[in-house]
């Protein structure tokens, strides 16, 4: 099918509950090596931040992977990260010029498919402002093909994942490209126990629930499991309940999911006070400001 938004649209259920999984950093512990050895060397070489690559790995890794924004699509993650550069004090004392993110934001504003197609598209039809943000994402991709393989699920996720298509539809909800999620869920067998694996090139974790499961399962009985507070907001605005991954602590967060927290989904005991905790440990796992703002 050419539009695979329809495809979602279309799929119906088999089975009484629906659950979405987050991937990276969620099922896989890919997320230190995407971002520290792929994406924050090509943000430095592609924006010119030698000068201040130290200020700009802390940005990226802060707005990538230790904040409230964990998790979010490349591009807005790219926006903040040159902002937070923007503002720092030390970036201004060397006299460092930041890009412009107009172009970036106003594209982001009006594109739900936030992906390498959709951008080519948008440069291909004039908007040369976006030449830079496109070839420093085309070498991203690039270098996580060439960097990322071999990093098998966290434990206990396989065998939680068996436990789950025995009464729930599953489906892979991500911002990751779906060429990469593709060959990462092959590499490793679980993709087969998939409904769908959703990339950004379908849209945002929010739409993938909606289309995927809004109006075909009763709300308590759809469940999204993630490592980021965008994972949470997608849940939430489908009505649907939500199991974190806590960020460094994602072993103990599958071993209490597979122990315990799926057979509450299943017995409908899950919601309420029991979720309501596990969502406040984890909005205390990662910080909205960045130490140096909160230190100055």
Known sequence: MSD????????????????????????????????????????????????VSKYAREAWDFVNLYSKTRGVNRFPA??????????????QARGVKIPDTTALDEWIARETKLGNATLKKEVEGGN???????????????????????????PLF?????????????????QTPTE??????????????????CGQEMGTKTEHIKYAAGGKYAPEK??????????????????ALFYPIN???????????????????????????YEQKLIADFDRCLPEHPAWERRG
């Open 158 to 174: 396989r065998e939680s994942l068996l436990r789950m298509v025995e009464k729930a539809d599953v489906i892979v909800v991500s």
């Open 78 to 91: 790219l926006s903040r990260a040159l902002k937070l550069l923007r503002e720092r004090p030390e970036v």
């Open 4 to 51: 695979p938004v329809q495809a979602l649209k279309d799929l119906q259920p088999t089975k009484e509950f629906f659950i979405g999984i987050d991937s990276d950093g969620c099922v896989f512990d890919t997320m230190e090596v995407k971002h520290k050895e792929c994406f924050t060397p090509m943000f430095v070489k592609h924006f010119n931040l030698q000068p």
């Open 128 to 154: 040369t402002a976006l030449k830079q943000v496109y070839e420093w994402s085309v070498a991203v991709n690039k270098f996580i093909e060439e960097m990322v393989y071999g990093v098998p699920p966290f």
């Open 180 to 197: 990469a999620l593709v060959r990462e869920w092959q590499e490793h067998d679980i993709a087969r126990h998939v409904r769908v694996i």
């Open 247 to 273: 960020p460094g602590n994602e072993e103990a967060s599958w071993k209490r999911f597979y122990e315990e927290a799926l057979e509450r989904f299943f017995k409908g005991t899950y919601a309420g006070e």
């Open 222 to 239: 759809m469940l999204m499991i993630g490592d980021a507070p965008g994972d949470f907001k997608a849940a939430k605005a489908n009505g």
